[in-house]
């Protein structure tokens, strides 16, 4: 069964920091670009930031740019989204999601396999 899974969520002071990994079974996450998406209560699915096969190159929404991260160990199978300074804003259900980037980093349709979410509440 090909899955992606994240992992880390919880609960963060505003101004606080988190990590979020992001990992497979069933296929290698080094195959591919890993997109990360979130979505806040009552509102789309936006994408939050992406990185490419290498990990030499990654691409962020404007609102997380340098409070966010995004990083890869591929001889572990593992992203990571590394939260910083984070938000009250920031609230939401964050996903991981495994494709190719030529399509577009925040682009849902070039994305092949998503997780299901794990959830990151930003309050103090």
């Known amino acids: 069964q090909l899955q992606v899974v994240e992992s880390g969520g919880g609960l963060v002071q505003p101004g606080g920091s988190l990590r979020l990994s992001c990992t497979s079974s069933?296929?290698?996450?080094?195959?591919?670009?890993i997109g990360w998406f979130r979505r806040a209560p009552g509102k789309e699915r936006e994408g939050v930031g992406c990185i490419n096969r290498n990990g030499d190159s990654t691409n962020y929404v404007d609102s997380v740019q340098g409070r966010f991260t995004i990083s890869r160990d591929n001889a572990d199978n593992k992203v990571y989204l590394q939260m910083n300074s984070t938000r009250p804003e920031d609230t939401a259900l964050y996903y991981c999601a495994a494709g190719l980037m030529d399509r577009g980093c925040f682009a849902e349709a070039a994305y092949y396999y998503w997780g299901r979410g794990t959830q990151v509440t930003v309050s103090s």
């Open positions: 069933g296929f290698s996450l080094r195959l591919y670009d």
